[in-house]
């Protein structure tokens, strides 16, 4: 696993049924620009910070899916454990 990668992360997508693997803090970032559903929480936007900071190599890629996880899972969208 490179650097910016981390344990799968699997969330759920825009149509009814979708699943999408994130393995990384650019995958996840662009979910995030891109996907992201109309729900919006405060950890949301920790995600965000945490995500941009990993990026730019002052956060690491443990702390950022931490972040990602609380917000998919405050938004309704981290894919349920099977």
């Known amino acids: 696993m490179d650097e910016l990668g981390f344990p799968d992360v699997v969330v759920l997508g825009p149509r ?3 699943q999408r693997l994130l393995t990384s803090v650019p995958a996840a970032l662009a979910f995030m620009m891109e996907r992201w559903p109309g ?5 949301r936007q920790i995600a965000l910070d945490a995500l941009n ?3 730019a190599g002052k956060g690491s ?3 950022a899916r931490t972040a990602f996880v609380c917000a998919a899972d405050e938004a309704g969208i981290l894919a349920p454990l099977v």
Not at 39 to 43: E, I, L, S, V
Request: aromatic share 0%; charged share 20%; hydrophobic share 30%.
């Open 61 to 63: 890629a443990e702390d």
């Open 39 to 43: 729900h919006t929480g405060p950890n």
């Open 53 to 55: 900071l990993a990026l």
């Open 16 to 18: 009814s049924g979708e």
